[in-house]
């Protein structure tokens, strides 16, 4: 793997570790990318801290495992809200990380040539599974500190062949181009509003939405880039397994974590997700809602990403999110949170001409 950090060619020779577990806190830098390397050579568990969390919440997350002895293999852990809400220390195994990538190269078309854009923090797993990827295939991380639409807008233009990224930052990065080359962009966290998704495609680059969380190593379904429609989340890639149980997305397969930290291992079978959706008529996934965000009013349910959806299709919402608040009348109403020049009215009259009254915020 070749890594070129802000422009400029980087060192990432694994850093030997040779502890049980390491903490690290979590920035995009060549040195993170050389622990990441390290602690799979070594048998470590290697933490990776959030560093935009304060001072205070990384120490409780390190109070949190300190009484769990490490697991004796190579493994990263990341902190996550599974279906909870409450952080838990999700423990991804070299195997799982290795499987993962594996697949997610082969749908993405990730070879020794590709140069793929990583914007994303390498305490998240997006952002890591970009690393094995490229480590897999032998290809180029371009590896930015933080996200820039306008840096990102110059290395598609200037030769990235991949980058991942969520609708918010595509749209940013649209602000700076409306024509580039044929990269690859997966979508994540999501799915993407049609006009925006419209407007990328007309730009040049090949949009495919995903579908993942931390416990499955990054993404589990995606899109074919030779078959995109923006329908769905995609398919299952290669090894996965995905099902719907009373509505609830249901999942299996190599690249599935280990367990929790201070819980039982996971023993094979199918993973419930606590993600709202639904398989079409092809085997592809359409994601509604995690289940902790699903909004009840008055007895309906009310997905948040289609309010969110509903209100960036309007040509003057830049961002949208759509969280619950208790009501007295109704139980739950959503509240929307908007970056845009239109007026309340204005949007609750384009809202109502696209979706239910009752979902409106």
Known sequence: MRLIFQGRNAEVAAAPLRESRVFADGHNTPQTAALVLGALEDRTELVLLNSRLTPRERAAQRESIAGILPAGEPALVLFTSGTTGTPKAARLARDNLEANARAANEVLEVDSRSRFLCVLPLFHVGGLGILFRCQLAGATVLLHERFDPQAVARELREGATHASLVSSTLARVLEHGDAFPPAIVAVGGGPVPGPLLERARKAGLRVVQTWGMTETCSMATCERPRDADGATAGPPL????????????????????????????????????????????????????????????????????????????????????????????????????????????????????????????
């Open 238 to 361: 290669p090894g996965f397994e995905v099902a719907v149980d009373a509505g609830e997305i249901l999942v299996r397969g190599p690249a599935m974590m280990r367990g929790y930290l201070g819980q039982p291992p996971l023993q094979g079978g199918f993973f419930r997700t606590g993600d709202l959706g639904e398989l079409d008529a092809r085997g592809r996934l359409i994601v509604h809602a995690r289940r902790g965000d699903l909004i009840v009013s008055g007895g309906e349910n009310v997905y948040p990403a289609e309010v969110e959806a509903a209100l960036l299709a309007h040509p003057s919402v830049r961002e949208a999110a759509v969280l619950p608040a208790s009501d007295e009348r109704w139980g739950q109403i959503g509240v929307a949170y908007v970056v845009t020049t239109a007026s309340d009215g204005e949007l609750r009259d384009f809202l109502e001409a696209r979706i239910a009254k009752y979902k409106v915020p």
